[in-house]
């Protein structure tokens, strides 16, 4: 099961919609949030965005099947920086 569409919370900005891969700088870019930070001295000016926390979230379902499982592995590709993953509540 593939979860690519996400909802991206991010200080004073109404949710932002996303999908997976993507960062908070490509998605604040997307949405016209943000100059492009690829020209000129944008990426500098931007980097303060990084000290504030962003959260992304997903609703997705599972068919019986897959509960019944004894194992069930999640993967998140492109996890790179500090972050806590919730499942239902739980870290």
Same mark, same amino acid.
């Given at each position: 099961?593939?979860?690519?569409?996400? !909802?991206?919370? &991010?200080?004073? @900005?109404?949710? $932002?919609?996303?999908?997976?891969? *993507? !960062?908070?700088? =490509?998605?604040? $870019?997307?949405?016209? +949030?943000?100059?492009?930070?690829? &020209?000129? /001295?944008? #990426?500098?000016? $931007?980097?303060?965005?990084? #000290? +504030?926390? *962003? !959260? @992304?979230? =997903?609703? @997705?379902? %599972?068919?019986?099947?897959?509960?019944?499982?004894? @194992?069930?592995? /999640? %993967?998140?590709?492109? /996890?790179?920086?500090?972050?806590?993953? &919730?499942?239902?509540?739980?870290?």
């Amino acid at each position: 099961m593939n979860i690519l569409n996400w !909802t991206m919370y &991010y200080d004073h @900005f109404e949710p $932002l919609s996303c999908q997976a891969p *993507c !960062t908070m700088y =490509s998605v604040l $870019l997307d949405h016209g +949030k943000i100059p492009d930070p690829f &020209y000129g /001295l944008n #990426e500098r000016e $931007l980097q303060h965005l990084g #000290e +504030k926390d *962003c !959260t @992304f979230e =997903s609703v @997705f379902t %599972v068919d019986a099947e897959t509960l019944d499982r004894g @194992f069930v592995e /999640l %993967v998140f590709h492109g /996890l790179d920086t500090i972050c806590h993953i &919730y499942l239902n509540g739980e870290c």
